[in-house]
């Protein structure tokens, strides 16, 4: 027989099931999993970006909501006539009663504010007439140089850099403040006073300190020039951000998150910016921190994969033990049986297909074993012999070489549709005795059939059409060569006699049986001579008239090869117009007859 020109193909079954494990179990697990743990790993980075986003989104909203506030505070000192007629008063005996009576409005709304805004620390009025007023916590510290800015703003506001002041209640501690020069509503260029306002450092951290907790990285506000306004280290406050590869890529708006390396460690930087004071709140997650939170996940895919892995080789282990192995027994024992050692015996150690096969061998051996102790070697040589003589051929080089003259010789005269005739035929002959081969496919018996069909209808013309039908899975079934040809050879010869018909070859399973049908709309059998036909395959006669009837021929060629149980058959339900000849084989898939 051929060998396949796949070498996986001819390997022994225990390295097929090694490979197969290793190719359809192993690398996809693995290639899965890798897939699956980075896939995995890339949706919960992706997951817990978003998450931080929002987070810092929802920390912009929150600080923004509270600067506005405090801005709208210092717009209302300058439309409020208490608070201006309080810093426009000058400080005297003779204005005690109005300075007090403003003061005593100006300390009802600013105490509303502090108690209703955990965040303001203290609020603190000067006014040019020398009245002062301070209210909610009392500090004191440097505060000089924030409301000198503040002056050279003349009214714009100035807010700061988180800064340390003395608080009389509680000790040292940070605020950020926002200082304004408040100007007079008539004379909007002459100052009538400064107001400040102080906002607890504390606060604005422990809300941002929610969204990442010190153990995870650091949150802090950069101005938009790179100083930081409030961090986590006091030292960096003031100062430009000490690392120029973030101060680059904080100024582009569109590194809203990006990657960073300092001191050795790997972060995910992310960045949002607060349009309504030009600040950038920065939080820095270590990178270690994002993969921690999908460590856990991984490691139970891990342990999964790992099962798969242990599973599929559990499952190859006793695939070996079931399967494999009784089959290399029973290959061992056909060598032996090859080998002329009837004794060859398979041990059956179960009642599955495996056992059943063991069983069947045994009774083969002891079958071949009884049809060789009766002389069956000199039967099958006998019928080698008639089977070859049935299926005697002329010499087919002489025949190709002088159609390809031929063929050659019509093209020269300019003759196409002869060459083409002769090219038809030439190919019907290769196609008939090429290689010598006494089996052949079903595809290329009907090919071999479409050949002869196609030249008998070149000659016929209109009055012949035919069609032929075969299952899709019977492409590589396995027959005797030149079946079909003869019957459909006598459809055209006897049934048509000069008037047009149909020729038909169907081709389908019936249980496990390959049936081929061949049906012409000719005259037909008489059914006489159907009864006569019938009687000669059943050998039950040896009327002269059929002997040599191709029927018969192919009839006796299919019992030589594959036992009485197959042959021609001539249905019941023959059709009113016509005939219906049929060929009942065994289903042979993937064998191929060595070249005799």
Same mark, same amino acid.
């Given at each position: 027989?051929?060998?396949?020109?796949?070498?996986?193909?001819?390997?022994?079954?225990?390295?097929?099931?090694?490979?197969?494990?290793?190719?359809?179990?192993?690398?996809?697990?693995?290639?899965?999993?890798?897939?699956?743990?980075?896939?995995?790993?890339?949706?919960?980075?992706?997951?817990?970006?978003?998450?931080?986003?929002?987070?810092?989104?929802?920390?912009?909203?929150?600080?923004?909501?509270?600067?506005?506030?405090?801005?709208?505070?210092?717009?209302?000192?300058?439309?409020?006539?208490?608070?201006?007629?309080?810093?426009?008063?000058?400080?005297?005996?003779?204005?005690?009663?109005?300075?007090?009576?403003?003061?005593?409005?100006?300390?009802?709304?600013?105490?509303?504010?502090?108690?209703?805004?955990?965040?303001?620390?203290?609020?603190?009025?000067?006014?040019?007439?020398?009245?002062?007023?301070?209210?909610?916590?009392?500090?004191?510290?440097?505060?000089?140089?924030?409301?000198?800015?503040?002056?050279?703003?003349?009214?714009?506001?100035?807010?700061?850099?988180?800064?340390?002041?003395?608080?009389?209640?509680?000790?040292?501690?940070?605020?950020?403040?926002?200082?304004?020069?408040?100007?007079?509503?008539?004379?909007?260029?002459?100052?009538?006073?400064?107001?400040?306002?102080?906002?607890?450092?504390?606060?604005?951290?422990?809300?941002?300190?929610?969204?990442?907790?010190?153990?995870?990285?650091?949150?802090?506000?950069?101005?938009?020039?790179?100083?930081?306004?409030?961090?986590?280290?006091?030292?960096?406050?003031?100062?430009?951000?000490?690392?120029?590869?973030?101060?680059?890529?904080?100024?582009?708006?569109?590194?809203?998150?990006?990657?960073?390396?300092?001191?050795?460690?790997?972060?995910?930087?992310?960045?949002?910016?607060?349009?309504?004071?030009?600040?950038?709140?920065?939080?820095?997650?270590?990178?270690?921190?994002?993969?921690?939170?999908?460590?856990?996940?991984?490691?139970?895919?891990?342990?999964?994969?790992?099962?798969?892995?242990?599973?599929?080789?559990?499952?190859?282990?006793?695939?070996?033990?079931?399967?494999?192995?009784?089959?290399?027994?029973?290959?061992?024992?056909?060598?032996?049986?090859?080998?002329?050692?009837?004794?060859?015996?398979?041990?059956?150690?179960?009642?599955?297909?495996?056992?059943?096969?063991?069983?069947?061998?045994?009774?083969?051996?002891?079958?071949?074993?009884?049809?060789?102790?009766?002389?069956?070697?000199?039967?099958?040589?006998?019928?080698?012999?008639?089977?070859?003589?049935?299926?005697?051929?002329?010499?087919?080089?002489?025949?190709?070489?002088?159609?390809?003259?031929?063929?050659?010789?019509?093209?020269?005269?300019?003759?196409?549709?002869?060459?083409?005739?002769?090219?038809?035929?030439?190919?019907?002959?290769?196609?008939?005795?090429?290689?010598?081969?006494?089996?052949?496919?079903?595809?290329?018996?009907?090919?071999?059939?479409?050949?002869?069909? &196609?030249?008998?209808?070149?000659?016929? /013309? !209109?009055?012949?059409?035919?069609? @032929?039908? #075969? +299952?899709?899975?019977?492409?590589? *079934?396995?027959?005797?060569?030149?079946?079909?040809?003869?019957?459909?050879?006598?459809?055209?010869?006897?049934?048509?006699?000069?008037?047009?018909?149909?020729?038909?070859?169907?081709?389908?399973?019936?249980?496990?049986?390959?049936?081929?049908?061949?049906?012409?709309?000719?005259?037909?059998?008489?059914?006489?001579?159907?009864?006569?036909?019938?009687?000669?395959?059943?050998?039950?006669?040896?009327?002269?008239?059929?002997?040599?009837?191709?029927?018969?021929?192919?009839? &006796?060629?299919?019992?030589?090869?594959? /036992? !009485?149980?197959?042959?021609?058959? @001539?249905? #019941? +339900?023959?059709?009113?117009?016509? *005939?219906?000849?049929?060929?009942?084989?065994?289903?042979?898939?993937?064998?191929?007859?060595?070249?005799?």
């Amino acid at each position: 027989m051929k060998t396949s020109r796949f070498k996986f193909l001819n390997f022994n079954l225990r390295k097929k099931s090694i490979a197969i494990f290793v190719l359809l179990v192993t690398l996809p697990s693995l290639l899965i999993g890798f897939v699956v743990l980075n896939r995995y790993d890339s949706i919960l980075r992706q997951q817990f970006i978003d998450s931080m986003e929002k987070n810092l989104n929802t920390i912009e909203l929150n600080l923004s909501e509270k600067i506005k506030a405090v801005n709208d505070l210092s717009d209302y000192m300058i439309y409020q006539e208490n608070f201006r007629s309080f810093m426009e008063t000058k400080a005297s005996l003779t204005n005690l009663e109005l300075i007090n009576k403003n003061k005593t409005a100006i300390e009802g709304f600013v105490s509303f504010q502090i108690m209703s805004k955990s965040y303001i620390n203290s609020i603190s009025l000067q006014g040019v007439g020398g009245n002062q007023l301070q209210m909610g916590e009392p500090v004191k510290g440097l505060e000089t140089p924030w409301s000198d800015s503040a002056h050279v703003k003349r009214g714009g506001i100035v807010w700061t850099d988180s800064y340390p002041l003395e608080s009389g209640w509680t000790g040292s501690k940070r605020v950020v403040s926002m200082f304004r020069v408040i100007n007079s509503f008539d004379r909007p260029s002459i100052p009538v006073g400064e107001v400040t306002v102080r906002l607890n450092e504390s606060e604005i951290t422990n809300v941002m300190m929610k969204a990442v907790p010190k153990d995870q990285g650091s949150i802090f506000i950069v101005r938009s020039e790179g100083s930081v306004l409030l961090h986590q280290n006091e030292n960096l406050v003031g100062h430009p951000y000490p690392n120029n590869i973030f101060l680059q890529k904080m100024a582009s708006p569109s590194n809203k998150v990006f990657a960073l390396r300092e001191n050795g460690t790997s972060y995910v930087v992310f960045n949002q910016y607060m349009p309504s004071t030009g600040w950038h709140i920065i939080a820095m997650i270590k990178d270690e921190t994002i993969v921690a939170k999908t460590q856990a996940v991984k490691s139970s895919l891990q342990i999964l994969l790992l099962l798969i892995l242990v599973f599929g080789l559990f499952a190859l282990t006793g695939f070996e033990f079931a399967i494999i192995r009784p089959i290399l027994e029973m290959k061992k024992e056909t060598q032996r049986l090859k080998q002329g050692d009837f004794s060859a015996h398979v041990e059956v150690r179960t009642r599955d297909e495996i056992g059943e096969l063991g069983r069947q061998f045994n009774m083969m051996v002891m079958t071949i074993k009884e049809l060789i102790d009766k002389e069956y070697k000199l039967e099958i040589r006998q019928k080698e012999s008639e089977l070859r003589i049935l299926q005697s051929q002329m010499d087919p080089h002489f025949l190709y070489n002088t159609l390809d003259m031929i063929r050659w010789k019509a093209r020269l005269e300019r003759a196409s549709e002869t060459s083409q005739l002769i090219e038809k035929l030439s190919r019907f002959f290769r196609m008939s005795l090429s290689s010598g081969k006494r089996f052949t496919t079903l595809t290329e018996e009907l090919n071999f059939v479409r050949a002869y069909l &196609e030249i008998q209808q070149k000659r016929m /013309g !209109s009055k012949l059409q035919f069609a @032929l039908y #075969m +299952e899709a899975s019977l492409e590589e *079934a396995v027959l005797l060569k030149n079946m079909i040809q003869p019957l459909v050879e006598n459809s055209i010869k006897h049934g048509f006699r000069q008037k047009a018909g149909k020729v038909e070859v169907r081709c389908y399973l019936d249980n496990h049986d390959l049936v081929i049908d061949v049906i012409d709309s000719g005259i037909g059998f008489k059914q006489e001579k159907i009864q006569i036909i019938r009687q000669s395959l059943l050998q039950k006669t040896k009327d002269a008239s059929v002997t040599d009837h191709a029927i018969c021929n192919i009839h &006796e060629r299919i019992l030589l090869v594959y /036992g !009485s149980s197959y042959g021609v058959e @001539l249905p #019941m +339900e023959q059709i009113e117009a016509g *005939a219906c000849v049929r060929l009942r084989l065994p289903l042979w898939m993937n064998e191929k007859e060595e070249e005799a």
